[in-house]
């Protein structure tokens, strides 16, 4: 009895496990895009996250998706709270596939079809098919469970007398609230304590209001995990984790005031389904609870918002502030964040690279600002470190190997910062402080995007014509200047520490182009399709000559 009702919990567990891993994979930047679309408020971050939680059957990965977006800053808090919202009403959509399906009919002679095919995809495939393969597996794992889970069950309720446990004072039903608390720390998972109490009700081992109790402290125990995920982490999870347990908590809180009345209707929707309905009744009860309390919280979602940042306050604006490795399973997630991350640090090198450009006099950059420029980088590399993609990822490959150029000339531009004692050089060349100047009146609408503001059309163009035009004025420099030394016009050291300040101008144009490009302007596709090249492709306007003198 004990060792199938342990068994029957763990093939359960062991069926939701490979059934999320197979859906969430063959899901794959679906979930990044449709978490992506809300924009319209609270409503519908709901009922996103409920569909997507439904789908995926985790309200887990829904979580960690949300909290990807907020440290991306693609969503803001009020839109995240909307998903969590959403996402405990789509988790109770696994009550209802028991209900149903695992005890109201038997389809125990189909979960060794779905194991076997499942398998065999697994197996014999590859990609979308091979993680669907996974999924259906699971799916007929958890009915394999369920089916062990009630035979035990049924042992288990010729020992058990509903009438011999608490229920029917506040006092009783708080016990039973305790212990459903209890029981979702130790499965880890609310979707197994409830089905593991509908089983315990299809068998009579439990009335519906003893079952309906033990769901709202199984319902509170779910915030436990999210106690788990906050300690340590960024401010984002800690603030979705805190949105999740206040939730829970003010739910359970007034479904306890409001119990009969709950009750009521859910068995009255048990009811409907005849036979066999007490199951149902509680999986009724699971939906009402959290549609409850969404009812009462979404109205309320402003002044929530502001109660969560009060408790959890931001820290300090770091480079690094989007990445967080609580998103790191979630690969389209953990990539935006640091293409997020990587524009704000291109946003700041480009402004240190402009200082010494716009004041030759000054041309030094601290050292500090540097420092915490190769620190940022270096985490963002960590972090992107911890990422695994393939080819047969599509787009999100593409825009994992698309950040990684992206770091890598963001480091040849703070290398370049370094070398900034070059531009004194454009004090006694007019034509290169000319050309300096044009760079930076270039470099405008390119930060301008970098820092999130309009920019203007087109950057990453506006950064390709200007990478050309110092690329050309490179070019005929470095002609010009050494046709002018084997004339002894200049000196050899004259013309060397010339050539030096010209490709200087050139590598911050060109490492921009390249960074910009990168992170985004043209999508994915065409930042895997443009090599790496020093050499312009298109030949930029004439630029003059430069009038070469002796360095005094």
Request: no cysteine; net charge negative; aromatic share 4%.
């Amino acid at each position: 009895m004990i060792a199938a009702l342990v068994g029957g919990i763990g093939l359960y567990l062991l069926g939701m496990v490979l059934l999320t891993d197979g859906l969430k994979t063959a899901a794959g930047d679906s979930l990044r895009r449709a978490l992506g679309r809300v924009a319209d408020g609270p409503l519908s971050g709901v009922v996103t996250g409920a569909v997507a939680t439904a789908l995926v059957q985790s309200s887990t990965a829904t979580t960690v998706a949300t909290i990807g977006f907020v440290s991306a800053g693609l969503l803001t808090v009020a839109q995240a709270t909307g998903l969590i919202f959403g996402a405990n009403i789509g988790t109770t959509s696994t009550g209802w596939i028991v209900a149903v399906l695992g005890l109201k009919f038997s389809i125990g002679l189909l979960a060794s079809p779905l194991i076997g095919v499942g398998s065999l995809l697994r197996l014999l495939s590859r990609g979308r098919a091979a993680s669907i393969g996974l999924a259906l597996a699971g799916f007929g794992l958890i009915f394999v469970g369920i089916d062990t889970l009630q035979a035990g069950m049924d042992a288990f309720s010729d020992h058990m007398d509903p009438a011999r446990l608490p229920g029917a004072t506040p006092a009783g039903r708080l016990v039973l609230v305790a212990a459903g608390t209890v029981m979702t720390i130790i499965m880890q998972s609310s979707g197994a304590a409830v089905a593991t109490t509908m089983t315990a009700v299809h068998a009579s081992a439990l009335d519906v209001e003893q079952a309906a109790a033990l769901v709202i402290g199984q319902n509170l125990g779910s915030t436990f995990t999210a106690v788990l995920a906050a300690i340590g982490a960024a401010v984002p999870a800690r603030r979705t984790a805190l949105t999740h347990i206040l939730f829970n908590v003010t739910t359970a809180v007034v479904a306890f005031f409001t119990f009969p009345l709950l009750v009521a209707l859910s068995s009255s929707v048990g009811h409907l389904l005849g036979e066999g309905g007490e199951a149902a009744s509680i999986a009724a009860f699971h939906t009402l609870l959290n549609v409850l309390g969404v009812a009462i919280l979404l109205p309320l979602t402003g002044p929530f918002t502001a109660l969560i940042a009060r408790l959890v306050p931001e820290r300090r604006n770091e480079l690094t502030q989007h990445l967080d490795v609580s998103v790191a399973s979630v690969g389209a997630v953990a990539i935006e964040a640091a293409r997020r991350t990587a524009m704000e640090i291109a946003g700041v090198v480009l402004g240190l690279a402009r200082r010494p450009l716009a004041r030759p006099e000054t041309p030094r950059v601290p050292e500090r600002e540097i420092d915490a420029l190769v620190a940022a980088l270096a985490e963002v590399r960590s972090f992107l470190a911890e990422l695994r993609s393939s080819p047969e990822h599509g787009d999100e490959y593409a825009r994992h190997v698309a950040v990684l150029h992206a770091v890598d000339h963001l480091d040849s531009l703070v290398a370049a910062l370094k070398e900034a004692r070059h531009a004194r050089l454009f004090v006694h060349h007019p034509e290169l402080r000319e050309l300096a100047d044009d760079l930076v009146l270039g470099l405008d609408p390119v930060q301008a995007w970098l820092e999130g503001r309009d920019g203007g059309h087109a950057p990453v163009e506006r950064a390709r014509t200007l990478s050309e035009a110092t690329a050309e004025s490179r070019r005929r420099g470095r002609s010009a200047v050494l046709e002018r030394t084997a004339r002894g016009g200049i000196t050899p050291d004259d013309a060397l520490a010339y050539l030096d300040a010209l490709n200087w101008i050139d590598r911050i144009g060109y490492h921009t182009w390249r960074t910009v490009h990168y992170l985004g302007g043209n999508g994915p596709a065409a930042a895997m399709e443009a090599p790496d090249s020093l050499a312009s492709p298109v030949p930029a306007s004439p630029v003059p000559e430069p009038v070469l003198e002796n360095t005094p």
